[in-house]
């Protein structure tokens, strides 16, 4: 027999990039009956409690959180607006019942809002439309409104899905209404009404045995793995036995360990968890993303998760330079192997595989982003590794060779359309629409993926930095014969030593410097960018000769360009096939992945 959970609600926020998605969270937590800070004075952005979510101003992974309002829970899901982590979005669909969409009163539905919305119209999920920072000076909520309406009309909303009730929103202020007023608004309590009234509460199947579909995973060092999922059917209880049935239908018999329940922002202990409720179990440390926890006696396995395959890979070693071990507290194989073997207990995007050498992994993901993330964090926590340059997976369909495709969507002044449009043309993209609105363009390119690897710096060169682009992947098309790389050429250190002002101004007529005087550098290590297409060699160690004599310049003072300090998202755009990224907790540096000058020109001959 099927029934509500009356005083239950479980939904997603989900929005683009920067469109407040987060901070309207905080404002929601904030303002809720149950919800208590643990200092007089909160910090902002309560659910980015990563230190690179914070950096960032995105949030990369996704949370839990609850909220009582009067007598009903409200289960909340925050998750990432960037689609390299697409991947966590597309589970949690499977946990709510509605979601939150959240838009841009002056920028509307943007490409990250259309690859999630379709994901939740396609589960059939009702939708409350936010219109949030009203409070702009360039505000347009009526315009963007009418554009939510076009896009859920694209995507195939039914007609219920389309009467969609609308909050007008200032989420830094804490504020919100149904009417666009923002003199007359007081607090969240409309979209609290909002909430309770238009998102329905969990079905829930009463003579139906134990059901549970583990949509995220997380990790505790006391409790190890911990599965997250909804509660289907049945009730969970700490201590109790269970079956465990992973994707392939194997079943195997498991104690849970710990039951919990969300309230806050924390998991909190229960001695049982009943239907309807979003639940994190312990005790199980196979589990994964899709398999389902069901009863003992009679085990039904729920439908399988699909996860999507990873697009872009990168070789993952240990730090071979003159400088290893100087920097890091983690530099053996060792460790990072285990790193590795840690990560992607928790991140079912990740895709990692042995290389011929015992010390390098071929690590693959959904873009570029997902694996800087994976290295930054990493460096933080003390690693030395070297990585390279980062390259697309070309399959195999049907005996035709296929590769990932992207929609790049791009919001750029109109002065630069030509720009970007022969940019892209070059990089094999295709323009499917442009439009332009109050001399802002608006286009869409089909690009294959290896074409946007390494643009977004030519990108915002190219368009002053007043460039939006955002892309996400769309499936696969045969492969075109042509190379997207943008060729460069190195200025590469020919000695090892600490460069200085004379080496370095000699080699400043070459082309653009990565570094300043006063660097420790190695054979091999690149330190600049030459102007042409090929690696010269440069000596930025060597001291000027000090004679008794006077030149003829002398008191001629030569300046020093500002280096361009290559951050790590940086090196990786930069570096060609025959280059490393060497990183380690207090540096990043580009090399040649052999050091030395005669041994790239044997390696260079034997090809």
Known sequence: MQSMHNNIRNIAIIAHVDHGKTTLVDALLKQSESFKTKTDAPQELIMDSNELERERGITIFSKNASIHYGTTKINLVDTPGHADFGGEVERIMRMVDGVLLLVDAKEGPMPQTKFVLQKAIQAGHPAIVVINKIDKPDARPAWALARTYDLFIELGADEKQIEFPVIYASATQGKASTKPDLVAMKNVKPLFDAIIHKIPP?????DKPLQMLTVNLAYDNYKGKIGIGRLYSGALKKGMMVAHIDRHGKIEKVQLSSVMLFEGLTRVDVEEAHAGEIVAIAGIPSISIGETIADLEHPEQLPIIHIDEPTVKMTFGVNTSPFMGKEGKFTTSRN????????????????????????????????????????????????????????????????????????????????????????????????????????????????????????????????????????????????????????????????SGTSNSYGLLNAQGRGKLFISPGIPVYEGMVVGENAKANDIPVNICKAKELTNFRTKNFGIQEQLEVPHVMELEDALEYIGDDELVEVTPKTVRIRKAILSKNDRNNHASKK
């Open 202 to 206: 969990p079905e829930v199947f009463k």
């Open 336 to 495: 990072l192997r285990e790193r590795l073997e840690h990560e992607i207990e928790t991140d079912v995007a990740l895709l990692i595989t042995q290389s011929e050498s015992l010390d390098k992994w071929i690590v693959a993901g959904r873009g570029e982003l997902h694996l800087s993330i994976l290295i930054e964090k990493m460096r933080r926590e003390g690693y030395e590794l070297e990585v390279s340059r980062p390259q697309v997976i070309i399959k195999e369909i049907n005996g035709k060779k296929m590769e990932p495709m992207e929609l790049v969507s791009i919001e750029v002044p109109e002065q630069f359309s030509g720009t970007v449009i022969e940019m892209l043309g070059k990089r094999l993209g295709v323009m499917r629409d442009m439009k332009v609105d109050r001399s802002i363009a608006y286009l869409d390119f089909a690009v294959p993926t290896r074409g946007i690897i390494g643009i977004r710096n030519t990108f915002l060169t190219s368009t002053k930095g007043l460039g939006v682009m955002n892309s996400i992947f769309t499936g696969y098309e045969p492969y075109k014969e042509s190379d997207t790389n943008s060729m460069h050429g190195s200025l590469v250190a020919s000695e």
